[in-house]
């Protein structure tokens, strides 16, 4: 049994002397804990300087665009208001270091396009693509990680041909033209095929059913953004799922597992999948960064009020400062999740938490 | 060189039968490319896409294109004349497609020069000089890879204006980290063997040892990880257009589907309009990848499974 050969040596070891291991492994996981936290926030601090460079050093005349964003016509008084409350004429560090203080305290800016704060515009909508990209992701890990653990196993067989293919095909395809095919086909209705999903949305206008009839609205306006994601992020999964399972098989434990007399569904459950699914677990945090450039297609397409159709919106006014305010937040998203990869790792390797 | 094949030795002419060994490992490397039959699809597809984009000014002209011009019936499904449909000024799909090839390739591939040449850039300098720079180096190329690619793109290219320069600039700052950590590796890999060591001994400085004996040996290694670039290059180039960031007036293939997109071909139901240029994205993408893949799979033996 895996699982017991990895338990062995540190039951044996508590067995012998439990206070004192205990504690020095807390101590070391702590130190652990404090060391990514701290690269976690250089990092978020390293996204911040990249915003600043982007949006405030690198445009060239930052109140015209304003101007152009609110688009209202101003007079010279009023742009040069504009810039006294930008704090445009102050030195560059003393921008920076406000800069920096709001955005720590989520004053992420003024959107003239949209007449609001940034903040104001950017909170409600984490939810919704929350909800988009955590189901795509859960519904494509399954899909993923089932159908390249049937095809790995067997490398070479017809299953593994169609899979792998498959991946390939669907990771060549560029997101939004899918979901613009499926909104054609199954939104609008093509010769025979009648509508069968709304054309974009998260509910429908003047909808009153109740909480049940009001979740069964959302998901039937979910069903396509999340068919378009999971068909373009699961094939990943099965690229990812596929390799680590081919790099376990030629391992010695399989053969013993084997000799015992382990039937190989089995083998393949109880050995192997466990041992493929520790590289195969970061990897799927690491792809968020391709989650996310998924979403800003997908929910401009099916106009799903998240952060994507925001940044989307953003860049047609254009307006820097919203951009800004949605740049920050993909990022801090990705350290995040990065973070969360680092620490999930420790958990379920122990070879890593023995180091 | 010259003296060699002229006067050969009896050894050497057993094992280079004549020919120069690079001559020789790129016939051999040539024979194994023929007997995989994917990478030849991969790379007969590419050549015509290619033939394609490179006479299409011959036979396209500009009034075919120009949406003032247009003659054809407006957003109609594929009929006489019009073997792809129009769209909504009434221009011929088809032709849009074919001409639509130019700047998506073309992006694409200079793109990817760019990508590559910062990428080997930094991985040399990386590999080359250990201690702070290389630390530096990497743990800037880390901060990269932890950004989001297409919002950094995006701003990018709203900053900078619309157009294709902003977009090549764009894809090139968001994709050159995967080059660079690659080359970092081969470069420590190359620099710890003897011959580097000669050259040191004989005085060469650290330009001369990056330039002349590590980039040759790095070299082939870039080479296949830029047709794969080339196939990300593609897609993130249409991604961007798609999203209108491209220049309004240009055909290519993002600028299509920007256009059905925006101008209601959708609610249409037009099609026509929508599945060429995706599928185009698609066979080329594939194309590029084909390619990458089947040349790694001959220079490294133990990927082939992958």
């Keep these: ?355 | 060189m010259t003296a060699a094949t002229q006067v050969p030795s009896p050894n050497q002419s057993v094992i280079n039968r004549g020919t120069p060994p690079r001559t020789q490992a790129l016939r051999n490397f040539g024979s194994a490319y023929v007997r995989n039959t994917w990478g030849m699809i991969g790379l007969v597809v590419l050549l015509a896409f290619t033939i394609m984009a490179l006479t299409a000014p011959v036979w396209i002209h500009d009034s075919d294109l120009s949406a003032a011009a247009a003659t054809g019936p407006l957003l109609a499904p594929p009929q006489h004349g019009y073997p792809l449909g129009t769209d909504q000024p009434g221009r011929s799909v088809l032709l849009l497609l074919i001409y639509g090839s130019r700047p998506s390739l073309a992006i694409g591939v200079i793109a990817t020069v760019a990508t590559v040449v910062i990428g080997a850039a930094i991985g040399l300098i990386a590999g080359h000089y250990q201690g702070i720079v290389s630390n530096l180096l990497m743990r800037v190329t880390d901060w990269f890879i932890a950004l989001p690619g297409l919002p950094l793109a995006i701003s990018l290219s709203v900053v900078l204006g619309q157009g294709p320069v902003s977009i090549t600039i764009a894809i090139a700052i968001t994709s050159w980290t995967g080059a660079a950590r690659l080359v970092r590796a081969q470069t420590l890999a190359v620099e710890a063997r003897p011959y580097i060591e000669r050259a040191r001994a004989l005085g060469a400085g650290n330009t001369q040892i990056m330039i002349r004996h590590v980039l040759p040996n790095v070299m082939p290694l870039i080479l296949v990880s830029s047709t794969l670039t080339v196939a990300g290059a593609i897609l993130s180039e249409t991604t961007l257009t798609f999203l209108g960031l491209g220049n309004p007036t240009d055909v290519s293939w993002g600028s299509m589907i920007n256009q059905a997109f925006t101008q209601g071909a959708i609610t249409a139901g037009a099609w026509w309009y929508v599945l060429p240029p995706g599928l185009a994205i698609v066979v080329v993408v594939l194309g590029f990848t084909l390619v990458g893949r089947a040349v790694e799979a001959i220079l490294n033996p133990r990927m082939v499974n992958r």
């Design chain 1, 1 to 355: 049994m895996a699982s017991a050969n990895v338990l062995g040596p540190e039951l044996v070891d508590s067995e012998q002397s439990s206070g004192r291991a205990d504690s020095s492994e807390r101590s070391a996981f702590w130190w652990y804990l404090a060391r990514k936290i701290i690269t976690a926030l250089i990092s978020l601090l390293v996204v911040l300087v990249i915003g600043f460079v982007l949006f405030t050093i690198m445009p060239q005349n930052p109140v015209e665009s304003i101007a152009r964003a609110s688009g209202k016509p101003m007079d010279a008084a009023q742009l040069a208001a504009l810039r006294k409350s930008l704090g445009l004429d102050e030195p560059i560090w003393q921008r920076f270091g406000i800069y920096v203080w709001h955005s720590i305290t989520l004053h992420l800016g003024y959107s003239y396009g949209y007449n609001q704060s940034v903040a104001s515009l950017v909170l409600p909508r984490i939810g919704p693509t929350l909800l988009l990209t955590g189901l795509s992701t859960l519904i494509s890990i399954v899909l993923g990680l089932w159908l390249g653990s049937k095809a790995g196993w067997r490398p070479g067989r017809w299953l593994d041909r169609i899979a792998s293919g498959t991946s390939l095909v669907f990771w060549s395809v560029p997101t939004f033209w899918l979901g613009i095919i499926l909104l054609i086909v199954l939104g609008t209705g093509v010769g025979p095929i009648p509508t069968l999903f709304p054309s974009g949305g998260m509910t429908t206008p003047g909808f009153n059913g109740g909480p049940v009839g009001t979740v069964l609205d959302v998901a039937w306006h979910l069903a396509l953004p999340c068919v378009t994601l999971v068909l373009v992020v699961f094939a990943q999964y099965v690229t990812i799922m596929r390799s680590s399972l081919i790099d376990e098989l030629g391992n010695p434990y399989l053969l013993t597992a084997r000799a015992k007399g382990l039937r190989d569904d089995d083998v393949l459950r109880k050995h192997a999948l466990p041992n493929a699914l520790l590289p195969t677990v970061t990897v799927i945090f690491l792809q968020i960064g391709g989650l996310i450039s998924g979403a800003i297609t997908v929910e401009t397409v099916f106009s799903w009020p998240g952060l994507g159709l925001l940044t989307y919106n953003a860049l047609k006014i254009p307006d820097l400062e919203l951009l800004q305010g949605t740049f920050v937040m993909f990022s801090a998203s990705i350290i995040a999740m990065n973070l969360v990869a680092d620490l999930l790792y420790r958990v379920i390797d122990p070879r890593v938490r023995a180091q």
